[in-house]
């Protein structure tokens, strides 16, 4: 099965719990998709990047 990665850094589960931080870090401020078995599972998403997607949300259309 065919999956689209919507980020340039991807992490597996196991490099996420070893180094949690450095995982972020390898991201430069962007998502890094977690991958289990090599089939993503989830983004992990900066504070940063939160942020700018919380405000974007609360503007008006």
């Known amino acids: 099965m065919s999956y689209q990665i919507l980020t340039t850094i991807a ?3 196991t490099d996420l719990k070893r ?3 450095g995982t972020v870090a390898d991201g ?3 998502a890094v998709a ?3 078995r090599n089939e993503p599972v989830f983004y992990c998403v900066p ?3 939160t ?3 919380w405000n974007l ?3 008006p259309n």
């Open 19 to 21: 180094n949690p931080m």
């Open 34 to 36: 977690i991958l289990n």
């Open 28 to 30: 430069e401020g962007g």
């Open 57 to 59: 949300q609360k503007m």
């Open 51 to 53: 942020l700018i997607i």
């Open 11 to 13: 992490a597996s589960i």
């Open 47 to 49: 504070q940063s990047l």
